[in-house]
């Protein structure tokens, strides 16, 4: 039983590029959030989706962009890349099936390295 | 905004010894997580609690969902050198069923 999948695992872009990253959720799972994790913090929510539509999204700017697949994987798109967005972003998936509190699975993360 | 504030920020600590970390919070949060994360990985989900006053265990590991709804803490017991890692706290806080706020995560380091 796969669990969450992200690719790439690294990734070096300059500042002003744009990024895709890209997430395959649990098997089982129909729901996508992603994270950004700072060097020494906690995971900081993007934003969620579900039936291919983001509905619900933390603190972040426009330039994080997402969406999702019929297949339930998604991506996340960053724009206009600045030194800061340099992190792990991280991907987590559940099942809305049931109550709404599911817990998250995540998985390993893309380190992005802004130069 | 919700904030958790995870303590200790860090433990370090002899191989059998019994460990305690909390989280609290200044609103309510209607789910406690508490994940555990290694060097290149993502967090692992260690005990998810859902009801206040809930105590669930995992092996050596013992969660509580506190009372008020604003805290919970995680026990370790017996400590093994594999313990070794990031304990991060995470809440579901009233009012939001999606989004997870996570603590800033307390280092273990444990000494054979």
């Known amino acids: 039983d796969a669990g969450v999948t992200q690719s790439p695992t690294h990734l070096i872009k300059t500042r002003g590029q744009q990024v895709t990253l890209r997430c395959s959720p649990k098997s089982g799972h129909d729901t996508v959030s992603w994270y950004q994790q700072a060097l020494g913090q906690g995971p900081q929510f993007i934003f969620q989706?579900?039936?291919?539509?983001?509905?619900q999204r933390g603190n972040f700017p426009d330039r994080f962009s997402g969406h999702q697949f019929p297949n339930y994987s998604s991506e996340l798109n960053v724009n206009a890349l600045l030194l800061g967005d340099s992190a792990l972003y991280l991907c987590?998936?559940?099942?809305?099936?049931?109550?709404?509190?599911?817990?998250?699975?995540f998985g390993d993360g893309t380190r992005l390295s802004i130069l | 905004g919700q904030q958790l504030n995870q303590s200790p920020q860090s433990m370090f600590i002899q191989e059998g010894e019994d460990v305690s970390m909390n989280c609290t919070s200044s609103s309510i949060f209607n789910t406690w997580l508490w994940y555990k994360q290694d060097p290149g990985e993502g967090p692992v989900l260690l005990i998810a609690?859902?009801?206040?006053?809930e105590l669930t265990s995992n092996g050596r590991l013992t969660a509580q969902f506190g009372i008020t709804r604003k805290d919970s803490f995680l026990n370790i017991s017996a400590s093994i050198p594999s313990d070794v890692g990031i304990y991060f706290c995470?809440?579901?806080?009233?009012?939001?069923?999606?989004?997870?706020?996570f603590g800033k995560g307390t280092l273990l380091t444990v000494n054979p």
């Open positions: 609690l859902y009801k206040a006053g």
């Open positions: 989706y579900y039936e291919e539509e983001e509905r």
């Open positions: 987590a998936s559940s099942s809305t099936g049931g109550p709404s509190n599911q817990p998250q699975h």
């Open positions: 995470a809440g579901r806080p009233r009012g939001s069923n999606y989004k997870l706020t």
